[in-house]
């Protein structure tokens, strides 16, 4: 064999040993895979603002309670007694159960018993007292506390929007830690297979370089393409760590201990989900019925028109009426004796009336309340208005993620193209290290840029459900 064809062969044989190094993979591992819905899941079930946020129509409930106290029965007891010089000027001991109802009326059972030298003729007695009150006037339709229990119970429609505003927006700001954190693995993988190819790239250069083969300069041009990728692999695990650490703030335990993200924990391959004007128009019909923002002014308007009712009631004036069914306390007399019975002839009887001049404090509350009205209703219009272009403003983004990543995706495709053919030229002797080295930077690059914006296009899917008031996509 010549030397010339000797030293064919050898270079033959370092160039196969190059690509074989080149195309050769990184090793896998065991690792724990952590999808998006495990994630979301987990974030609905455990995290302390979701928590916080279902307590909302508990403390809606307790309001209605409350509201209700104002209907409970009431028992009061009243004693007076007094004595002066061994003489006992007089006692008192009035004993009432007063039974409030929706309708305004008032029953009363009672039980008086009153002695003593100083008292009037009429006073001193026992008597048993049945009777009612009824508002003629003013609190006939509505009333302080019908207008308190209603407007309490509207109470807990708007705390359930504002829990569901609370965890949606949780899960937005959770999703985004998650895509973020998606991409920041991406990332590395990709910076790691490139760093991988240009450490073996320097390792075969070296060893060409050293049998003369190839110049000692090409190795020094393969260290530094090395050294550039171990710098991009160390800040790219920073990234990660750092986006596991924001991804981790949204991970707790059932018992509210916080969770942290294993570091052998990693991202599935995510899918495309598609979305279309159909869905476009069920997001805007679900954001009119149930965006959190619209339902709150609409309980809001409907607070003010109970309001409204109550505030028209109080112009009347106040006529009440009360009639109460008398009888003998029953000491020592038979109860069948009509004289001492519950009878139309025993009874008590009075009027109530009482009426501003002017009612300028009742005309104000109204006026103000009609004030309140016409703003919360501007206020409306402009939720919804807005909300609408937030929707479309959303969507118009997600479409244009969509058609980036098409277009980022076939060029990498191209890109890939490139550089089979620049090695396929490097093979022959007819292409450069640089070049190759340049190509395959650039098709890291776009790699890198068609996760980033899968990632981005994710996070737009995340804040149209966001905008459409919804904790997900339909």
Same mark, same amino acid.
């Given at each position: 064999?010549?030397?010339?064809?000797?030293?064919?062969?050898?270079?033959? /044989?370092?160039?196969?040993?190059?690509?074989? =190094?080149?195309?050769?993979?990184?090793?896998?591992?065991?690792?724990?895979?952590?999808?998006?819905?495990?994630?979301?899941?987990?974030?609905?079930?455990?995290?302390?603002?979701?928590?916080?946020?279902?307590?909302?129509?508990?403390?809606?409930?307790?309001?209605?309670?409350?509201?209700?106290?104002?209907?409970?029965?009431? =028992?009061?007891?009243?004693?007076?007694?007094?004595?002066?010089?061994?003489?006992?000027?007089?006692?008192?001991?009035?004993?009432?159960?007063?039974?409030?109802?929706?309708?305004?009326?008032?029953?009363?059972?009672?039980?008086?018993?009153?002695?003593?030298?100083? /008292? /009037?003729?009429?006073?001193?007695?026992?008597? /048993?007292?049945?009777?009612?009150?009824?508002?003629?006037?003013?609190? =006939?339709?509505?009333?302080?506390?019908?207008?308190?229990?209603?407007?309490?119970? =509207?109470?807990?429609?708007?705390?359930?929007?504002?829990?569901?505003?609370?965890?949606?927006?949780?899960?937005?700001?959770?999703?985004?830690?998650?895509?973020d954190w998606w991409f920041s693995y991406q990332q590395l993988q990709l910076i790691r297979e490139g760093y991988d190819l240009a450490n073996k790239r320097f390792i075969a250069t070296r060893e060409r370089a050293r049998v003369g083969e190839q110049a000692t300069i090409d190795s020094v041009e393969a260290k530094i393409t090395l050294q550039d990728r171990e710098v991009a692999v160390q800040q790219a695990i920073i990234d990660l760590q750092n986006y596991r650490l924001a991804l981790s703030n949204y991970l707790w335990s059932s018992n509210e201990t916080p969770l942290e993200l294993p570091e052998d924990a990693a991202p599935p391959i995510a899918p495309i989900r598609k979305v279309d004007e159909i869905t476009l128009l069920a997001l805007i019909n679900k954001a009119k019925l149930q965006h959190p923002e619209i339902q709150k002014l609409n309980v809001k308007i409907d607070q003010l028109q109970i309001e409204e009712r109550f505030r028209k009631e109080m112009l009347k004036p106040v006529f009440n009426a009360n009639f109460n069914f008398i009888a003998d306390g029953f000491v020592n007399k038979p109860i069948y004796d009509n004289k001492n019975s519950f009878s139309i002839d025993n009874h008590k009887l009075g009027f109530e009336f009482a009426m501003p001049l002017f009612l300028r404090k009742e005309r104000g509350k109204l006026q103000q309340v009609r004030i309140k009205q016409q703003s919360t209703g501007l206020d409306l219009n402009l939720t919804r208005r807005e909300i609408l272009n937030d929707v479309y403003a959303a969507y118009n983004e997600v479409r244009n993620y969509e058609k980036q990543l098409k277009i980022q995706e076939d060029a990498t495709r191209n890109q890939e193209i490139l550089v089979r053919a620049e090695q396929r030229k490097f093979d022959v002797g007819e292409s450069t290290l640089f070049l190759i080295n340049s190509r395959e930077s650039k098709l890291i690059e776009m790699r890198t840029k068609v996760e980033s914006l899968k990632s981005k296009y994710e996070k737009a899917l995340a804040n149209l459900a966001y905008t459409a008031g919804l904790t997900e996509l339909l």
């Amino acid at each position: 064999m010549s030397r010339l064809t000797k030293k064919y062969t050898i270079k033959k /044989l370092s160039v196969k040993l190059l690509f074989l =190094l080149i195309i050769s993979t990184i090793p896998t591992f065991a690792q724990t895979t952590f999808g998006y819905e495990d994630f979301k899941n987990l974030v609905l079930k455990n995290h302390p603002t979701v928590k916080q946020a279902n307590l909302f129509p508990r403390d809606a409930e307790a309001e209605i309670m409350q509201a209700k106290g104002a209907f409970d029965p009431k =028992l009061t007891s009243y004693f007076d007694r007094k004595a002066f010089k061994d003489i006992d000027y007089y006692n008192r001991w009035d004993n009432v159960l007063k039974i409030p109802t929706w309708s305004g009326v008032d029953f009363k059972v009672g039980y008086e018993r009153n002695s003593g030298k100083y /008292l /009037l003729e009429e006073e001193s007695s026992q008597l /048993l007292v049945a009777g009612l009150s009824v508002p003629i006037g003013q609190g =006939l339709i509505i009333d302080a506390r019908r207008n308190t229990l209603k407007q309490a119970q =509207l109470g807990k429609n708007y705390a359930e929007a504002e829990r569901q505003k609370l965890i949606n927006s949780t899960v937005f700001y959770a999703a985004k830690s998650y895509w973020d954190w998606w991409f920041s693995y991406q990332q590395l993988q990709l910076i790691r297979e490139g760093y991988d190819l240009a450490n073996k790239r320097f390792i075969a250069t070296r060893e060409r370089a050293r049998v003369g083969e190839q110049a000692t300069i090409d190795s020094v041009e393969a260290k530094i393409t090395l050294q550039d990728r171990e710098v991009a692999v160390q800040q790219a695990i920073i990234d990660l760590q750092n986006y596991r650490l924001a991804l981790s703030n949204y991970l707790w335990s059932s018992n509210e201990t916080p969770l942290e993200l294993p570091e052998d924990a990693a991202p599935p391959i995510a899918p495309i989900r598609k979305v279309d004007e159909i869905t476009l128009l069920a997001l805007i019909n679900k954001a009119k019925l149930q965006h959190p923002e619209i339902q709150k002014l609409n309980v809001k308007i409907d607070q003010l028109q109970i309001e409204e009712r109550f505030r028209k009631e109080m112009l009347k004036p106040v006529f009440n009426a009360n009639f109460n069914f008398i009888a003998d306390g029953f000491v020592n007399k038979p109860i069948y004796d009509n004289k001492n019975s519950f009878s139309i002839d025993n009874h008590k009887l009075g009027f109530e009336f009482a009426m501003p001049l002017f009612l300028r404090k009742e005309r104000g509350k109204l006026q103000q309340v009609r004030i309140k009205q016409q703003s919360t209703g501007l206020d409306l219009n402009l939720t919804r208005r807005e909300i609408l272009n937030d929707v479309y403003a959303a969507y118009n983004e997600v479409r244009n993620y969509e058609k980036q990543l098409k277009i980022q995706e076939d060029a990498t495709r191209n890109q890939e193209i490139l550089v089979r053919a620049e090695q396929r030229k490097f093979d022959v002797g007819e292409s450069t290290l640089f070049l190759i080295n340049s190509r395959e930077s650039k098709l890291i690059e776009m790699r890198t840029k068609v996760e980033s914006l899968k990632s981005k296009y994710e996070k737009a899917l995340a804040n149209l459900a966001y905008t459409a008031g919804l904790t997900e996509l339909l």
